[in-house]
């Protein structure tokens, strides 16, 4: 396989009223291309920073992040928005939803934005919320949501442009058992079609799900385990 997404040496501190946090600590990684990662360890430990920064969300303060081994850490602020477009998705762990746009024009959004006709991206947008259990909200703001739909919703705009890579941050954290059986099996299926999964979470079951999980310490990589082979994930409809 082909690593996509990668980590050099990725250090970052935060100045919390003139005391330096170190949030990560020389952290490697490499993520190939059509592999689903699972990143766990305690809280703290610099998981969402990680992800943050693989995702050209924040800077690192020492390190570089390479995805299909271009730098995206040296990109300017355009080119990396540019960059996310095309071939991220990303699932914020506070959904981080357009108030004033309603559930099925959340999800279309991406799609708009790298020019697709508004018809087909409400298609694509009403057919994956659909698979998630949502299709009866597409005309509703996403503040008259649960969290669980409003987590769904979140979901289903970093899967429809069907992105090169998916980064959750704990993608099932607001879900019940069945809600989060049909996520695992959407980021599964898109593992299956090729697209690179990385999510950070404390869910063993999203763990499990997972062709590996590395383990976070401290802003270190204590931990990298393959699971061998991939757990199948059992959805609602299956006996």
């Keep these: 396989m082909t690593c996509v997404l990668e980590a050099r040496s990725l250090t970052k501190t935060y100045d919390t009223g003139g005391v330096e946090v170190d949030a990560l600590r020389g952290v490697d990684l490499a993520v190939q291309r059509g592999e689903f990662v699972a990143i766990m360890g305690p809280s703290g430990c610099g998981k969402s920073t990680l992800l943050n920064l693989l995702a050209g969300l924040d800077r690192p303060t020492a390190g570089e992040v390479l995805l299909d081994g271009e ?13 996310r477009r095309s071939k991220v998705g990303f699932v914020f762990q506070f959904f981080n939803l357009v108030p004033t746009l309603s559930a099925v024009e959340n999800v279309e959004l991406p ?90 979470t404390h869910d063993s079951r999203v763990a499990a799900a997972a062709d590996r999980i590395v383990t976070l310490r401290d802003g270190r990589v204590a931990e990298a385990a393959a699971l061998e082979p991939p757990r199948p994930v059992t959805l609602p409809f299956e006996s």
């Design 71 to 83: 730098r995206i850490d040296e990109l300017s602020e355009t080119e990396l928005a540019r960059l």
């Design 111 to 200: 799609l708009l934005l790298v020019g697709r006709r508004r018809r087909e991206a409400r298609r694509s947008a009403n057919a994956l919320m659909g698979d998630l259990g949502i299709g009866d909200k597409h005309g509703t703001a996403p503040l008259l949501l649960s969290g669980g739909q409003q987590q769904r919703v979140a979901l289903a705009r970093a899967l429809v442009n069907e992105p090169a890579i998916v980064l959750g941050d704990e993608p099932t954290g607001n879900l019940d058992s069945a809600a989060t059986r049909e996520v695992l099996g959407l980021l599964r299926a898109a593992r299956d079609r090729g697209q690179t999964v990385l999510v950070v």
